[in-house]
């Protein structure tokens, strides 16, 4: 009874390291690379720099690699260097409503952590603040007892490879592997959705391999924006008014919710008949300090802000790839002979806004069914099964959009891609590989994938009227042949060669051919003004 | 840049709170009640005491329930109190290797965590000691920012029900149900496999149910165990040899592992070749002090305990039900017609210890296909498909053993009850719902199958023997009507009368009937062999 002590986050972590992605050697790998990108990703994004990422990955035998990864992002203020890596839950994006990869402030420390237990190597950061001249190195160990950084070493390098950056290495027990579920595999991915990011891969036998950047537009940035009152809950609302700097309930509503403004707090505040307190009744319920509020308060309070009429989140916080960049990542990366792509208006589940973008793509280089799955621009790797992406699959009629189905997945050379970004993605694990399901998300997933289902209708059907085209053709052809003799005979008048030039001066007025494929002159007009169409679409918007 | 902050693990726990079981309001009822019981029937056990859990819901409507659970386990020191309820990561059990229910110190704190966040109300807890007049009485709130306990009232109180336990009160969202997973369902699946507990449960109408105890035996107790040289890695044993008051490494390895005598430590020290330290050769590295070891000389030590023939890990430190006593539980509450069960010897796992039990159940109440999953006496209630236990299932051949087999189960009207019983259970999430896919654990699962597979192939197929000899007696019995009266006709010599009593007499001296079937003679001298064997068995066993 007396042995009851207290365990740290790591000390937790530690002996769980499966639920943080690190399960075996071949998911670890990639979880760290996953973490150092994401991160660096998120850094670049943050300060408006074009995403350059070098991720390096050496054998160091007995299973064991070291992995380098440098980026030309923002850096990180020396003070936040040992915590950042050395310490599981710091972070800058938890206690902020932002869209961004990573959410918890758990990633990189785990890596540290996993490296640490494996190989018990130091990690070794270098960083150099965007803006100033300084380049700072450290060594690092993390005291898991205690959940915080031990600096090992600390000094000033003279340079670094970028005008600024972070550049970390870490050693790990690992295996490095190609295929589904590999380093180049994700950052292939990577490269899909994150159309201005340039993402080197150097592979242990020296191989690199460059992802190049299709754009230098920058991605829309994402804004921080506050809670939307539909989304708190009692616990949480709690909370903020003992923490508010607000003196009355009316400011404490209108400065810490997004979409509250005077007339939405005056509201909420006769609704929840907060006006009398020990028999003084105020003019509105609005001047009552936070404090005064007892626990009855506060949950009329929340119910009133659950059942007043308020608007939808504000939008700008969320930061979607967009139609055209997510079509020319998915081009660059698979080569598919037909893509469709759909970002769907930002939608909200409790009062958090989000937005799905799908795509579509056939044929090319897609030979076989797939999925591939985003949240906030990052890879979805494991738990393929489970979450709302593959509800939203599985209840889509593919066979109406001219695919069969078997089993999950729409069957043939078909590739469906999911995105969902937003302020906080609701995962079902901290390995952070499947979306739950929430009916608004599901709804939104199902909608983007009858809209791409449908153009790929389209296509589809007229390439199955092509080949019927091309068939008839071949056929007309070879009768043509047979036939100009025994015509010729018949009518006596003309040549054989007269009549041959006439047949196929008949079938050209009807089709054409364009490599090897007869197509009917009227589905080509058809198609070259779609063509044309979206010709101009590109140009208005580039 | 600088808004990077510590962020408490209750913060994390509360934004990601459907990680442990708090994603709705039926799963969230369930979860708190399998903490609350979880702890009691740990308890209990740890003191010897036969353990009575109360279990009382009560609707405060609005989808508020209150919950009250009451044990006569040993209760919890006054000190220990506002910890073990208001912070998370706090317990006994995390840093022991000992077969419990409970693992990490998160359960009932963050069941209290989940009350306070949806309905804003402090839990109550009530504890007399063991040994101690006192009955101590505790309101707690739960600060998430520090994830510290924060004590609203503390009382001494006059009397607790039972001699000694602990009483909870907490109030949540959630909503009370019936059905596979309800409170109900989990507390009939606590009974099966905790046959010396009394469990009460009182549902929010007042019905009461008692799920009564079938023995007064208390399940053997599980003893604590020291790492096995074998499960350990580099990052840990580097921590060890930090932590560790041993003064060479020799006796480091002698009193913090497993299995590891003076010749182990010995062999061990030697094949590490760490005799030798700045040029001075020590007899054997044995005499070493553990803060002389370089980072090379711990790899090597790794490496040599890894590759060293250590004893396998011993197995007293594991507590499984027992073939009787499972069984006792399994027809106590499902009354099935035939059940076979077995508890496989111990095993281990990367050095941990681990037993398999695996119960078949046919017929009788059971009218379809199900699987229970237990980890350490605990139900497993979700992600059935997940984990290793589905995968055992799945490799079983069960049309082998007399069933069909469509999907992942088995067909027909069985159930398949799996235990794992470890000092360390390998959870895929916090949610403890599914069991990690070791090679080993999968193995022995596998095996247990096939035990118990083969005794129901035995049942089923003597049972269709039986329903093979009833159709042909029927039938023989019918055309014997027929066949009288032509007979009679060329025999001439008897009545009909007689012949019909001689057909009567043929059967009955072949077959016998029992409760309307007929069993034929030399199945059923096997079948009362069989028994009388199993009643002298048990008769010994008692």
Request: aromatic share 8%; net charge positive; proline share 5%.
């Amino acid at each position: 009874m007396d042995e009851h002590r207290e365990i740290s986050i790591a000390e937790f972590f530690e002996k769980n390291r499966h639920l943080l992605g690190f399960s075996n050697f071949q998911k670890a790998i990639v979880t760290c690379v996953k973490e150092a990108v994401d991160n660096s990703l998120d850094a670049a994004e943050e300060e408006d720099i074009l995403p350059e990422v070098h991720v390096i990955i050496e054998d160091l035998g007995k299973d064991r690699l070291r992995l380098t990864f440098k980026d030309n992002a923002s850096g990180i203020a020396k003070k936040h260097i040992p915590k950042v890596f050395g310490k599981l839950l710091y972070g800058s994006k938890f206690h902020k409503l932002m869209q961004s990869r990573g959410q918890q402030g758990i990633g990189i420390s785990a890596a540290a952590l996993y490296a640490q237990l494996t190989t018990g190597n130091p990690i070794q950061i270098i960083s150099k603040l965007k803006g100033s001249t300084k380049v700072h190195a450290f060594t690092l160990h993390l005291d898991t007892r205690k959940n915080e950084p031990e600096i090992i070493k600390e000094e000033l390098l003279d340079t670094y490879e970028f005008p600024h950056g972070t550049s970390i290495q870490m050693d790990i027990e690992a295996k490095y592997t190609r295929g589904t579920h590999s380093v180049f595999q994700y950052l292939k991915s990577v490269a899909i959705v994150n159309p201005s990011a340039k993402l080197i891969l150097q592979e242990p036998d020296g191989k690199i391999y460059e992802f190049p950047r299709v754009t230098k537009d920058l991605p829309k940035k994402a804004k921080e924006i506050k809670p939307h009152p539909y989304g708190v809950e009692l616990g949480i609302l709690m909370r903020m008014l003992k923490e508010t700097k607000a003196r009355t309930i009316g400011s404490f509503l209108m400065s810490e919710f997004t979409r509250v403004g005077k007339t939405t707090a005056q509201q909420i505040c006769k609704a929840a008949e907060i006006d009398v307190v020990n028999g003084i009744r105020f003019v509105t319920g609005w001047e009552r300090r936070p404090n005064t509020l007892s626990k009855d308060d506060i949950e009329r309070i929340l119910r009133a802000m659950q059942t007043t009429n308020i608007q939808n989140p504000p939008t700008d916080c969320l930061a979607p790839i967009g139609e055209e960049l997510l079509n020319k990542g998915l081009i660059k990366e698979l080569n598919p002979e037909f893509s469709a792509v759909v970002t769907r208006n930002p939608s909200v589940y409790r009062g958090m806004p989000f937005q799905i973008e799908t795509a579509i793509a056939y044929g090319g280089g897609i030979t076989e069914g797939r999925l591939m799955r985003f949240a906030n621009k990052v890879p979805l790797l494991y738990q393929q099964s489970a979450g709302v992406t593959m509800k939203a699959l599985k209840s889509t009629d593919w066979p109406r959009y001219g695919l069969k189905q078997s089993g999950d997945l729409p069957q043939g050379p078909v590739l469906v891609l999911m995105h969902m970004c937003s302020v906080w993605v609701p995962f079902t694990s901290e390995g952070k590989q499947a979306i739950a399901d929430y009916p608004e998300i599901l709804k939104e997933m199902k909608l983007a994938l009858q809209e791409v289902g449908r153009k790929l209708r389209t296509y589809i059907s007229k390439k199955r009227k092509g080949q019927i085209e091309e068939k008839k053709f071949k056929t007309l052809t070879a009768y043509a042949k047979e036939m100009v003799e025994p015509l010729a005979y018949l009518v006596e008048t003309t040549t054989k060669e007269d009549i041959s030039m006439y047949f196929e001066a008949l079938l050209k007025s009807k089709y054409t051919m364009i490599g090897g494929v007869a197509i009917d002159n009227e589905t080509l007009k058809e198609l070259q003004k779609e063509v044309s169409q979206q010709e101009e679409e590109n140009a208005s918007t580039e």
